[in-house]
């Protein structure tokens, strides 16, 4: 009898318990959403305005790339009486040679007979070299005297300049004039059907002072 009389009182707080649930299951996400410290998705709102400023026609054709890897310990003296500012970076670059093909002029194709195709192609040129910063990080620093950031910022650009020295005493430019050669006589030669010579364009000495 007792535990008859238990369940029957224990039935209407298991209704209202259930009932309860169901509620819950309703509006609780509604609840949540009003909630102001409740833990919601983040809002972000953008705005942009995106113009186009310029461009720019490409012709240069990439013949060969070199990547480089370099330890550079840059020195500053910035006060007389005070120890030099130092910075060491461990830095990755890179360097493009390519030949600009929108220097190509008609007078640089020439026909001769039925058999051959002259081509006097623009000299190669180092297109870009910089440093891949994804590559590169600051090993250490030294007197900076709260001026580290400017101090890296001028190793970074020295170490961009020894990118370009080092691509050009390495022989870029000779490489990108033999890979040229690789890659243009065939594809003239499939396009023409002739034999293909290639040549560079001569370059015109700079014009004196008048006397």
């Known amino acids: 009898m007792n535990l008859i009389r238990l369940a029957r009182r224990s039935l209407p707080l298991l209704f209202l318990a259930g009932l309860g649930w169901l509620l819950w299951k309703k509006i609780g996400p509604t609840l949540s959403s ?10 972000v709102t953008v705005t942009h305005n995106t113009v186009l400023t310029q ?5 240069r054709l990439e013949l060969v790339r070199y990547y480089f890897r370099d330890v550079v310990e840059y020195k500053r003296r910035t006060y007389r009486f005070l120890p030099e500012s130092k910075v060491a970076l461990i830095v990755g670059g890179e360097a493009v040679g ?10 640089d194709v020439v026909l001769e007979g039925d058999s051959v195709v002259r081509v ?17 990080r600051v090993y250490n620093t030294e007197n900076g005297f709260f001026q580290d950031a400017e101090l890296v910022d001028e190793g970074y650009k020295y170490a961009e300049a020894q990118v ?5 005493q390495s022989g870029i430019l000779a490489e990108t004039q033999h890979n040229a050669e690789q890659i243009l006589v065939p594809l003239l030669r499939s396009l023409t059907g002739r034999h293909v010579v290639l040549g560079q364009q001569l370059s015109l000495p700079a014009a004196g002072p008048k006397q």
């Open 34 to 43: 009003l909630n102001p410290l409740g833990i919601n998705e983040p809002q």
């Open 55 to 59: 461009v720019e026609a490409l012709g």
């Open 120 to 136: 006097a192609l623009p000299p190669p040129e180092l297109c870009t070299f910089q440093i891949n910063h994804n590559q590169s």
């Open 98 to 107: 390519c030949i600009d093909l929108r220097k190509l002029k008609p007078q």
């Open 164 to 168: 370009r020295n080092a691509a050009l």
